[in-house]
């Protein structure tokens, strides 16, 4: 019995000096995102058939007027013409990334081969 109480004491004065001598963390405001130049929008995906001619595939990905393609499936393009050959590339399956950039914004196309 004498050592039941002790124990039993023994705990209790562990309990009561942990809880007087914890200290609670201090919560440290996270960093704001940075923002980007241009604001991305959320993607477009496309799917069509591996028949699909080359003048319609180019008519399903839709560009604004204030729009151009800047990169196809992540390699940089130079001008129109250089993103149209690269979209109109013979490929078995798979797909087209299509990176399309504004004036304040950028988007993507992926466009879905199968």
Same mark, same amino acid.
């Given at each position: 019995?004498?050592?039941?109480?002790?124990?039993?004491?023994?705990?209790?004065?562990?309990?009561?000096? *942990? *809880?007087?001598?914890?200290?609670?963390?201090?919560?440290?405001?996270?960093?704001?995102?940075?923002?980007?130049?241009? !604001?991305?929008?959320?993607?477009?995906?496309?799917?069509?058939?591996?028949?699909?001619?080359?003048?319609?595939? *180019?008519?399903?990905?839709?560009?604004?007027?204030?729009?151009?393609? %800047?990169?196809?499936?992540?390699?940089? %393009?130079?001008?129109?013409?250089? !993103?149209?050959?690269?979209?109109?590339?013979?490929?078995?399956?798979?797909?087209?990334?299509?990176?399309?950039?504004?004036?304040?914004?950028?988007?993507? %196309?992926?466009?879905? *081969?199968?």
């Amino acid at each position: 019995m004498f050592l039941y109480r002790s124990l039993t004491v023994g705990l209790l004065g562990a309990c009561f000096l *942990l *809880l007087t001598t914890y200290e609670a963390p201090v919560p440290v405001a996270a960093a704001p995102p940075a923002v980007a130049a241009h !604001a991305m929008t959320g993607a477009t995906l496309v799917d069509v058939a591996h028949t699909t001619p080359p003048a319609l595939l *180019l008519s399903l990905i839709r560009i604004e007027e204030d729009e151009h393609v %800047v990169a196809v499936d992540d390699q940089l %393009v130079e001008s129109d013409l250089d !993103a149209r050959a690269a979209i109109l590339r013979p490929r078995q399956g798979g797909y087209i990334d299509v990176t399309i950039g504004g004036s304040a914004h950028e988007r993507r %196309v992926l466009v879905l *081969l199968h």
